[in-house]
């Protein structure tokens, strides 16, 4: 029987984020369709890497001793796509100066991903067993059922080094 793979939920995750991106690119002139997406889009974002942080890359850390780095250039790049949320936040839906955000919001989103898939992805493939993914799968989905909308879980950045320390 196939089981699911927590990095294969990550993948999935990923590939909606590049099709709403796209979905915002098509709504360009539609403020209330822009509203909605964001919404959604943006929230998605702040729990994915929420999600990520609280059960994927602390067993990423025990499972490969190389991960340390791979780590802390996820937490940087975590903390760049809040940072650049944030920032939307602050302008009106559709003005230049949101749409500056959302680019920096895609363009560190797209960079960090390409990273993910290219590294800790495949490295936590290899190290993990089934039942570990499985485990794993299980916990990151019920994470994000559970703060849905981006309900419970802090945006604030974190500190690279403090993180791994804590997690290690
Ligand atoms: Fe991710
Ligand atoms: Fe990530």
Do not use: C
């Not at 067993?59 to 940087?76: G, H, Q, Y």
């Not at 990273?115 to 485990?135: M, R, T, V």
């Amino acid at each position: 029987m196939q089981t699911t793979r927590v990095t294969d939920l990550i993948r999935l995750d990923h590939v909606w984020f590049r099709s709403q991106f796209a979905a915002l690119e098509t709504a360009r002139d539609d403020r209330d369709a822009l509203t909605s997406l964001w919404a959604a889009l943006s929230a998605r974002l702040e729990v994915h890497a929420a999600a990520e942080e609280a059960l994927f890359y602390p067993r990423l850390l025990k499972d490969d001793s190389d991960s340390v780095d791979d780590t802390k250039d996820a937490i940087k790049d975590h903390n760049e796509i809040r940072d650049a949320i944030h920032d939307a936040e602050g302008h009106r839906i559709g003005d230049d100066a949101w749409w500056q955000a959302v680019n920096a919001t895609e363009h560190a989103n797209t960079e960090h991903m390409e990273e993910e898939e290219k590294g800790p992805l495949i490295e936590f493939d290899h190290a993990a067993s089934s039942d570990e993914q499985a485990q794993l799968a299980s916990a990151f989905a019920a994470f994000e059922t559970e703060h849905a909308g981006a309900r419970g879980i802090s945006t604030a950045d974190k500190d690279p080094e403090e993180y791994v320390e804590d997690n290690s």
